[in-house]
């Protein structure tokens, strides 16, 4: 097979493999365990890749230097690929999809081994581009991917009994309180959470999240409530704090003020490194909304763990 024939056919599947990354990126993100946006934008990115390798495919007899950088870049994305296998979580699809696609892109380093131009043999410093680098890259590549495997393996089981991680769907605190109605409105109207799941005993509340974040999730239960145990007895309001980070607390603020929300501490900006404001739901729940902002200097240096 010619150069052109594989540069051709590397751009076609940059093409639909960046087709599949930008359209399904937000499906694709959960079902891999993967950032959604990398995958978006590692799709775009493929997109002038292709029309890169599509060019050179068309040219008679595709220049050195043009051949040399596209394997270059195959290898970069071989190099990223490791790089995403180890720093990031994926799943075990996630894990899949990474090691697949880095091995098919191996494989087409290694198809320049032997490859003419049409009409005419490759000069000398063409043939040892495509001899001598397809062979260190796919040698180097793939020892980084044994050598990932321990860590993979160490990443995914738990540090001292070695058996899997645990995956936690969610965690939410679910409280009891006679004010099952009022406690439901006082979410949904401050902080505009929706009633995901009602009964006459039981209401389950959801946070959007902001920004790709997981939102939260938040629970009452009527003392009369026939999932015992827990027993009927109410929260009574004290050694739990509610905390809600939010993006703006001051904004927050003048809201929850407005709507006649309780407010039990002013909006206050703490050395610690939060702008933030409380009150209390009908549950008699402690709800305290930070903003995240920078420590007063020298602030945490007193209060770190030291090694």
């Not at 079902?31 to 390798?53: E, H, K, N, Q, W």
């Not at 697949?100 to 009409?119: D, E, M, W």
């Not at 393996?153 to 309180?177: C, S």
């Not at 009452?220 to 703006?248: C, K, Q, R, W, Y």
Request: hydrophobic share 50%; aromatic share 10%.
């Amino acid at each position: 097979m010619t150069i052109n024939k594989i540069l051709a056919f590397d751009a076609l599947t940059c093409v639909l493999m960046g087709i599949v990354l930008t359209l399904w990126a937000t499906a694709l993100a959960p079902l891999l365990a993967l950032p959604r946006d990398l995958l978006f934008y590692a799709g775009c990115v493929l997109f002038p890749i292709a029309i890169f390798m599509a060019v050179l495919a068309r040219q008679d007899r595709p220049r050195s230097a043009g051949v040399w950088l596209v394997i270059a870049g195959n290898a970069a994305w071989v190099l990223a690929s490791l790089a995403v296998l180890l720093l990031a979580d994926p799943n075990r699809w996630g894990v899949g999809f990474l090691v697949a696609q880095a091995l098919i892109v191996l494989a087409g380093i290694g198809r320049t081994q032997g490859c003419r131009p049409p009409g005419g043999e490759l000069g000398e410093s063409e043939g040892q581009m495509n001899s001598t680098l397809p062979r260190r890259t796919f040698l180097a590549a793939s020892l980084a991917l044994l050598a990932a495997r321990p860590a993979l393996g160490q990443r995914q089981t738990h540090a001292n009994l070695g058996v899997p991680a645990m995956k936690i769907r969610d965690l939410y605190p679910l409280i009891t309180t006679p004010v099952l109605v009022e406690a439901r409105d006082f979410y949904v109207t401050h902080f505009d959470f929706q009633v995901t799941f009602e009964a006459t005993w039981f209401v389950y509340l959801t946070g959007s999240g902001e920004d790709g974040t997981r939102g939260a999730t938040l629970a009452f239960m009527h003392p009369d409530h026939p999932s015992n145990p827990p027993g009927p007895e109410a929260f009574g309001g004290l050694g739990m704090i509610l905390t809600v980070e939010t993006s703006d607390a001051a904004s927050l603020f003048e809201r929850l003020q407005r709507g006649g929300a309780p407010i039990v501490y002013p909006l206050t900006e703490e050395d610690w490194g939060q702008r933030r404001f409380m009150t209390r739901d009908p549950a008699g729940v402690l709800v305290d909304v930070v903003e995240q902002i920078e420590p007063a200097a020298g602030f945490w240096d007193q209060y770190m763990v030291k090694e």
